[in-house]
């Protein structure tokens, strides 16, 4: 078993996030039982999983005696909304360094122009609301963590102490957010005598999945994890997740993971990151229409597809326990409104 509690931890979230059972959905799709871990309430505004990594991200910041959090992603980027909000909590300053999305015909956006979707909806809106001390939007493909490193060496030349967050917080300290997840799973399923065959997980900059089977790994426990890509291959994927596993594994000191242990499917993500597919927009309708939760259009919504995929192709038995993680991202959803026009 992993102890975590003598690491530096920050808690915004009260207790542990529910476990519930989608026996609508369940049903409509003939099974398997498909069971939900709400992430989207965990604590801070909107919540979502970011809110796990930044406990542990925080917390080391503070230790370091940082008084100013650089970060960067996507313009709608739900782990910038988070780390802005967890900036407000702690008295923090905060700069976001952003790109734009590529445009609806896959192409990428000019800078300055807009962009898609357009500025000051969804999370957007909500780095305005929050105060965010500076806020760049750069055009998409740019070397955003560069720009975050030069953006914290000016900070600190003005006297400032910067502490840089990678993207999506996917980093080892980051990750024990779902190694400590993990361990919060498994009591709730023997809480209840549940016998969970898979767990479904959205797979982007990795942070999650990979803390997800580091802890499940250093439970002994051996529930596969099962990542949807988000925005690549397999075979571009699959490597990422594995070395983020390595580094938790190496330094939590726990027995080197199976490599087979690391999936990322990626059939789901269409033709690009955040850019929609008709089956995001069936897997959001059915969410919503059978058990009333929405899901996001960049992560949940692409997860829930594939999870619907793999049911039709008999990837599952009807008598199974398949539970589906719910990284949140729902403010994205109303930034996105014309995918489901």
Not at 289 to 304: F, M, N, R, S
Request: a negative charge; proline letters at 6%.
């Amino acid at each position: 078993m992993v102890d975590l509690n003598e690491l530096p931890r920050r808690h915004y979230t009260d207790g542990p996030t529910p476990l519930e059972h989608l026996s609508r959905l369940s049903a409509r799709l003939g099974g398997p039982q498909i069971w939900i871990k709400r992430d989207d309430q965990l604590g801070l505004t909107q919540g979502g999983n970011k809110t796990r990594k930044l406990e542990f991200l925080i917390a080391e910041a503070l230790a370091q005696g940082a008084d100013t959090l650089v970060t960067a992603g996507g313009v709608q980027s739900n782990h910038c909304r988070l780390t802005l909000a967890a900036a407000r909590r702690e008295e923090l300053e905060c700069h976001l360094v952003l790109e734009e999305d590529l445009g609806s015909d896959g192409k990428p956006v000019p800078a300055g122009t807009g962009g898609n979707p357009p500025e000051f909806t969804g999370n957007f809106l909500l780095f305005d609301l929050l105060g965010a001390d500076s806020v760049e939007v750069h055009a998409n493909g740019s070397d955003l963590m560069t720009r975050a490193n030069e953006l914290a060496a000016e900070l600190k030349a003005q006297g400032k102490k910067p502490y840089v967050i990678p993207v999506g917080g996917s980093n080892v300290t980051g990750a024990l957010g779902y190694v400590d997840c993990a361990q919060e799973l498994l009591n709730q399923f023997a809480e209840v005598g549940l016998t969970v065959s898979t767990i479904v997980t959205p797979s982007g900059s990795t942070g999650m999945q990979a803390g997800l089977i580091a802890g499940l790994h250093g439970a002994d426990s051996q529930i596969p994890v099962v990542g949807i890509n988000v925005s690549r291959t397999r075979e571009d994927q699959e490597p990422k997740i594995i070395s983020l596993v390595d580094e938790v594994a190496a330094f939590l000191d726990l027995p080197p993971v199976p490599r087979d242990r690391s999936v990322g499917l990626g059939d789901y993500f269409g033709t690009g990151y955040a850019l929609p597919t008709s089956e995001m927009v069936e897997a959001v309708r059915l969410f919503a229409q059978t058990e009333g939760i929405l899901l996001d259009p960049v992560y949940t919504g692409k997860t829930a597809a594939g999870l619907i995929d793999l049911i039709r192709r008999g990837r599952f038995s009807a008598d199974e326990n398949v539970v589906f993680i719910h990284s949140g991202g729902v403010p994205g959803l109303y930034a996105r409104g014309q995918a489901f026009a």
